[in-house]
């Protein structure tokens, strides 16, 4: 019988996956996803009219490896980072082996040249699964409160 | 005003850069730059002898829905009336100019503007004005107050393969005859059944509009910039490609197919054939296409001068709407669509195909920065050219796409209508 999904496990998820990605450990990103997943950014102005098209879209966790490919081969970009600010996860619907959790974040963009700005702020819609002992995401919804992008979207929410 | 001079600000440049009347193949860095040009277009231009995309008609679809949108700097609203007509017209109230709908869109029987509550009908005309009559017989509007002579600029309304377009010009040819033949009919190929809009988003570049809208246009630099499809080894030799250009210059398509022989049997195929594992599609459903218009055509960039891109990429279907927000500053509006008659199979395609474009897109997002590497690079050359002539110096499609004649299109239009 695996461990229950605990609140504490869930902030250890939320700390690790944005500690991944600011730290530009972008390989390691897809891990915390289960095998069947989505992953999506869209708008809040989208979710709110049911409209499923956002910016990104990946319904499993191999096209998330195929983002970092791409991101690392292939797109042109210039050199920037993120650090995410999360907020306290809400959990509304908990079961023995998965939750659903909603989790404010706070993005702010440093370019090379130093230039910072907020980049995007909104909410995380999550799933939470258990998969042997591991949590992982099943689903991360960025919802973002904005529908402008600057200039470009590089690297994941 | 002479706008064929560098302005004051940036003539200390050690050439003279009067733009060559006789050839299309050097642009003044200072287009991208001056006030002066700015303010021009949006009177020459934007509110000149032109069709503006202003949005789709499936956003207006029923009487009483309405859109906000722009026609270059000018606010405008689109709305279809009870006589299930769509007409557009400024949104500027009459009387202080303040605007008359305030949200993106929806749907209202009239429109009352919140400063005054002056109230419009859904095709802008003014039928009210509060206390018009004053109060207890003191006040009001002079007895020669009209409010037929008062109202909205209102535009002209064409309608294309459910695309809006809108014109202040009575001057403005018929929009089948803007279009041309052949550009006209790359837009029916794509939009020939109802389409339904499934996203929207805006990116916002650090460029000026005209930038951009030359990258959409410049099918030289697609494999150059854009190496995801060369990284990920996808064999794409055996395509065949086109460009076709407006007579006027300023609309485009290019396009490429496969081989109508191999369709049948490779189509499906044809995107995943990696020699190399490390640059393998894990998950080659981003490439599962399906020859959806029955013409083996994959691929499709469209432009319709001096606003409109209308994308195919695969199944990745979209309407990208440019609008200047600034000398250095333009918005990128998104809409994705797909068609009513999408299978749920089909639905999830758009999406998985939708990562080829827009912000985020795998083709597409560096065109998001590379207008503001040339607004950039171009800080202090407003005396500088930039040069134009891969494929010739003229603005006809070639059989290739190894060309800048699309570009130069878009120069041929733009001086037209500019004057300079």
Not at chain 1, 88 to 114: C, K, N, W, Y
Not at chain 2, 10 to 35: C, F, G, I, M
Not at chain 2, 92 to 103: E, F, K, S, T, Y
Not at chain 2, 232 to 246: A, E, P, Y
Request: hydrophobic share 40%; proline share 4%.
């Amino acid at each position: 019988m695996a461990e229950a999904i605990t609140l504490e496990r869930i902030l250890a998820l939320q700390a690790a996956y944005i500690r991944c990605i600011d730290n530009g450990e972008l390989e390691r990103w897809p891990g915390f996803f289960a095998d069947r997943c989505l992953y999506k950014i869209t708008s809040s102005e989208n979710h709110r009219s049911g409209l499923d098209a956002g910016i990104i879209y990946a319904d499993t966790r191999d096209m998330l490896l195929d983002r970092v490919t791409s991101l690392r081969q292939a797109n042109v970009y210039e050199k920037q980072a993120y650090r995410h600010i999360v907020g306290l996860p809400s959990i509304v619907r908990q079961g023995a082996d998965e939750a659903e959790t909603e989790t404010p974040f706070l993005v702010v963009r440093i370019m090379h040249d130093g230039e910072s700005s907020i980049f995007a702020t909104g909410v995380y819609l999550d799933v939470v699964r258990l998969q042997g002992d591991t949590l992982k995401f099943a689903q991360r919804v960025a919802v973002c409160d904005s529908s402008r992008v600057d200039t470009l979207m590089a690297l994941p929410l | 005003m002479n706008v064929n001079v560098p302005p004051e600000a940036l003539s200390n440049a050690p050439h003279p850069a009067e733009w060559p009347k006789d050839t299309l193949t050097r642009v003044p860095y200072w287009v991208y730059q001056s006030p002066d040009v700015f303010v021009l277009e949006q009177q020459r231009l934007f509110e000149g002898p032109v069709w503006n995309f202003l949005c789709l008609e499936a956003e207006v679809a029923k009487p009483g829905d309405y859109r906000v949108t722009q026609v270059g700097s000018m606010p405008v609203v689109v709305a279809r009336d009870l006589d299930d007509e769509i007409y557009a017209f400024e949104n500027r109230c009459a009387h202080r100019g303040a605007l008359i709908v305030l949200d993106g869109g929806g749907h209202a029987r009239d429109f009352t503007c919140v400063y005054h509550a002056w109230n419009y009908d859904l095709k802008g005309n003014l039928k009210a004005v509060a206390f018009e009559d004053g109060v207890n017989g003191k006040g009001g509007m002079a007895r020669t107050f009209c409010r037929s002579d008062h109202g909205p600029r209102k535009l002209r309304i064409a309608l294309f393969a459910g695309l809006v377009f809108g014109s202040l010009s009575d001057d403005v040819p018929p929009v089948e005859e803007y279009l041309g033949d052949e550009v006209g009919a790359k837009i029916k190929r794509v939009l020939h059944k109802p389409v339904v809009v499934t996203g929207r988003s805006t990116q916002m570049l650090p460029n000026n509009w005209k930038l951009y809208f030359e990258n959409v246009k410049d099918t030289y630099h697609a494999s150059l910039l854009h190496t995801f499809f060369t990284t990920f080894r996808i064999n794409r030799l055996s395509q065949r490609g086109g460009l076709v250009i407006s007579p006027n210059g300023g609309s485009h398509a290019s396009f490429s197919y496969v081989d109508k022989a191999n369709t049948d049997h490779d189509y499906s195929a044809m995107g995943i054939r990696s020699e190399k594992d490390d640059f393998a599609l894990k998950d080659p459903t981003l490439l599962d296409t399906v020859d959806e218009f029955g013409d083996g055509c994959h691929m499709q960039i469209l432009s319709v001068f001096p606003n409109l891109v209308l994308q195919q990429i695969h199944s990745a279907l979209a309407i990208r709407q440019v609008l200047p927000k600034g000398i250095d500053r333009t918005a990128l509006n998104w809409t994705t669509f797909g068609f009513a008659d999408d299978t749920p199979e089909m639905k999830r395609r758009r999406l998985v195909h939708n990562n080829l474009a827009g912000p985020a897109g795998y083709v597409s997002m560096e065109d998001g920065a590379v207008g503001g590497f040339v607004q950039r690079g171009i800080a202090t050359a407003g005396g500088e050219q930039a040069v134009l002539e891969m494929g010739g110096a003229e603005a006809v499609a070639e059989g290739t796409r190894a060309t800048e004649a699309s570009v130069r299109g878009f120069w041929k239009c733009y001086r037209a209508q500019m004057g300079i």
